[in-house]
């Protein structure tokens, strides 16, 4: 096979293209207008002689249909071949290159537009169960002047397969995007003299088929001294990408590829999604769409008339569908047009009904459903409201609303009972490592026998409400857990139900305790001890003895006394801002009561000498475990309101009804029954973990400063670090102390307290509670900010 055909142009202004193994007569001739230099995309015609044009700018586009016909001619020997050129007449300009097929659409001296058509079938993409044809990519060089990077990117195209066109000017740019609506956009934003790249990038932004475009710009390389630049103004001015200036054919090729499988492949993708939507939108029939696994995902029901559609997503699985049914599924509505209730009913509702596995939850929807379809309209619409409801996952939780009215409440309740605004920074807040076995300047007991004479007096009162825990913390020198824990675990026998000696129980003792931060103000080693003192306690009282066994008091115990232990002195909201390993390891999740009670395990079990569950069996150990971990988790403010409607509706009515005698089928108490022991575990631990306010009246002070400097604490650190702040109130200069207790107590304690009382019986707590809220309200009328009455100082 010979040498590839060349073109050569005379200075007349014909172009001729032959073969240069043939003779020197042309093949076939076509002219093309006179007149200075014509610059066709990869071809300079020119009218005087030039230089050979580098193989890199190999047959570009024609400017006319003339040369369109010889470039045809030239491709005639095959769309890839490739040789070098033969001679040329003296005055020509001659082209090199591969053969290819190409045509315009303006001619060539306009120079804003061309056209690259090579042949391509149109690609098919899925999204889940639908099949795509998405068309060949269209794209769009803006460029003032033809170089090496303009060839660069259109011989990209053309090798991709994409059509491709060029524009020199911005009116033009527009004008032809508005009329192909191209994929891509390449931008020539390395010189400012011919055009403003970034006024075009947003004058394109501001059309409404530039929403699935994507805008490239070809900026120059930085030069050795020179640092790079920023994209910020790009992506402002509405680029996606940035390409850094390569002539290369390959790399302009990759970059291109790049987006098509990108970029470019989830627009289409999404826009096929919005045409979905848009058709389930205009439907006027029952639509479900389920995953694969046949879970509803979105259920969108029309009603009787007009444009008041209702779309629901519910996650109802179904065990009887057909594993063959495609995802989005329309259901044939009943025909009638009078509108009635039965016209409404959900048809997805019968599968409801045959579900073979049901969940309690459930089973009161079917029966509300049954109701629904021989119920009048307004019933029926009622019991639609009770259905919305039961469907909601914040069942317990209720709606707060003094928000506006109530700063403090609203702040207390974001803080305690939300995971934060879960947005992540560059300031992570982490704990520290260090886990301590010891540390010690005071003698430690061998057994509660040792205790030094001034420790043991203090510890003779213990069983008391009115028990001093600051008093011991100043005479053990903040360590007042093992001590106080010595006496407890002793009183109740734990020693002996866990078949441990006193020596390995003051161990595990001092080992928690030495994880508790001394630092914090108020989750220290002092609250774990109070906690530990007010669960010993309540598990005094009468009805709660008769209700739990040995092992739960062990595990309450236990419970009360790891149940903060690392506690870093910061809420689980601003770990979860603050990105916190722990938040991440927990997922957002009760980070702190995880961590607390995986410690505690973690901490026993890594030396045998401190092991206290060392020799019990395993199936007493996995229900002690258990019992202990739900206690802790318990602890956790975010579902307080759960369990505190559980115990009143499983606990306290049954048994208001026994003790009336009333007539209605309630079962009994069943205080015993696991799912109820449970239940008052659960309380037990919450009342204790929160009985500051129950406390006399200069403890409730104590503790009630303790908490809001630490709170105080947590604002001045997220203000630092540039972190949302969860509670704005407890800013250490404005906040009111007694205002915030007083929200506390009417949003979290007085219920709790009144359904706990209910069942314990504990008149001398309500009494305190009750003198404590007083003495705040005196305090907020006063609009005094400090923690005492002028009086009592």
Not at 76 to 102: D, E, I, K, V, Y
Not at 154 to 183: M, Q, V
Not at 601 to 618: E, G, H, P, V, Y
Not at 635 to 657: L, Q, W
Request: charged share 25%; aromatic share 6%; proline share 4%.
């Amino acid at each position: 096979m010979g040498c590839a055909p060349s073109i050569h142009v005379s200075q007349s202004g014909v172009i001729y293209c032959r073969d240069s193994d043939e003779s020197n007569s042309p093949r076939q001739t076509t002219s093309v207008s006179q007149g200075p230099a014509a610059p066709l995309h990869g071809l300079f015609v020119q009218t005087d002689a030039a230089d050979v044009i580098p193989p890199s700018r190999a047959s570009g586009p024609p400017g006319t249909t003339r040369v369109r016909r010889a470039r045809a001619e030239l491709g005639s020997g095959g769309s890839s071949s490739s040789g070098s050129a033969g001679s040329a007449a003296p005055a020509a300009t001659t082209c090199r290159g591969r053969r290819r097929h190409c045509c315009s659409s303006a001619e060539a001296e306009t120079q804003t537009s061309y056209t690259s058509v090579k042949q391509v079938s149109s690609a098919e993409v899925r999204i889940g169960p639908m099949r795509l044809t998405q068309d060949p990519i269209q794209v769009l060089l803006i460029f003032a002047k033809e170089d090496s990077q303009s060839d660069g990117f259109w011989w990209a195209c053309d090798r991709a397969g994409y059509r491709c066109n060029i524009a020199r000017t911005p009116e033009s740019a527009l004008e032809c995007f508005l009329d192909k609506h191209h994929e891509i956009i390449v931008i020539d934003h390395r010189q400012t003299r011919n055009f403003d790249a970034e006024a075009v990038c947003r004058s394109i932004r501001a059309t409404n088929p530039s929403e699935h475009t994507v805008i490239l710009a070809v900026v120059s390389q930085a030069s050795g001294d020179r640092e790079e630049a920023s994209v910020l103004p790009l992506l402002h001015a509405g680029f996606n990408r940035r390409f850094m200036e390569n002539s290369s054919i390959i790399a302009c090729y990759n970059e291109l590829i790049q987006i098509e499988h990108g970029e470019v492949r989830s627009q289409f993708k999404l826009r096929a999604c919005n045409s979905v939507f848009t058709a389930l939108d205009h439907c006027h029939e029952a639509i479900e769409i389920t995953s694969d696994d046949h879970v509803i995902q979105l259920h969108k029901v029309h009603r009787d008339s007009g444009d008041n559609s209702q779309t629901e997503s519910h996650s109802f699985r179904y065990k009887n569908r057909r594993k063959e049914s495609i995802d989005v599924k329309s259901i044939s509505s009943r025909g009638s047009d009078a509108p009635s209730l039965q016209n409404r009913r959900y048809p997805s509702m019968a599968r409801i009904h045959s579900m073979t596995i049901e969940a309690p939850i459930t089973k009161v929807i079917n029966i509300i459903n049954a109701a629904q379809e021989n119920s009048p309209v307004t019933v029926a619409e009622a019991l639609d409201r009770v259905l919305e409801i039961l469907r909601t996952t914040e069942l317990y939780s209720p709606q707060l609303g003094t928000k506006d009215e109530d700063p403090h409440t609203s702040d207390l309740v974001g803080g305690l009972m939300t995971d934060g605004l879960r947005r992540l920074s560059g300031n992570e807040y982490v704990f520290t490592k260090n886990v301590h076995q010891s540390h010690s300047h005071l003698a430690m007991p061998i057994t509660i026998n040792d205790v030094p004479p001034c420790i043991a007096r203090l510890l003779d009162n213990e069983e008391s409400w009115e028990f001093n825990i600051f008093e011991l913390e100043a005479v053990t020198h903040k360590r007042p857990l093992v001590y106080l824990g010595l006496k407890v675990f002793s009183r109740f026998g734990v020693c002996e139900f866990l078949h441990c000696s006193e020596t390995t129980l003051r161990a595990w003792l001092q080992v928690i305790e030495a994880n508790y931060h001394s630092s914090n103000a108020y989750h220290n080693s002092t609250h774990a001890a109070d906690v530990l003192h007010a669960t010993a306690f309540f598990l005094g009282k009468e009805r709660v003895k008769g209700s739990l066994d040995q092992l739960d008091e062990v595990a309450a115990l236990i419970a009360a006394t790891v149940h903060d232990v690392d506690h870093p002195g910061r809420t689980n909201s601003f770990l979860c801002n603050a990105g916190s390993e722990l938040a991440v390891l927990y997922n957002d999740t009760a980070v702190l009561e995880s961590h607390h009670t995986a410690l505690a395990f973690q901490l026993t079990a890594k030396d045998s000498k401190c092991n206290i569950f060392k020799n019990i069996d395993r199936t007493h150990y996995r229900t002690l475990r258990q019992a202990i971990i739900d206690m802790v988790l318990a602890t956790e403010m975010t579902k307080h309101f759960e369990h505190v409607n559980k115990f009143v509706n499983s606990i306290n009515k049954p048994m208001a009804a026994e003790i009336e005698g009333s007539d209605c089928e309630c079962n009994p108490t069943g205080k015993n029954f696991p799912e109820n022991q449970i239940l008052i575990k659960r309380m037990m631990i919450k009342c204790a973990d929160v009985a500051n306010p129950c406390r006399p009246l200069d403890l409730c002070i104590e503790w009630a400063g303790r908490i809001s400097e630490e709170y105080f604490a947590q604002t001045d650190e997220e203000k630092r670090q540039g972190l949302p702040v969860v509670m704005p109130v407890f800013d250490r200069n404005t906040c009111s102390i007694p205002k915030s207790q007083i929200s506390f107590i009417d949003y979290f304690i007085t219920d709790m307290f009144d359904a706990w009382d209910a069942f314990a019986h504990l008149p001398g707590l309500m009494q305190h509670l009750a003198d404590n809220y007083k003495h705040w309200k005196t305090l907020d009328d006063l609009k005094c900010k400090s923690l005492r009455l002028p009086s009592d100082s």
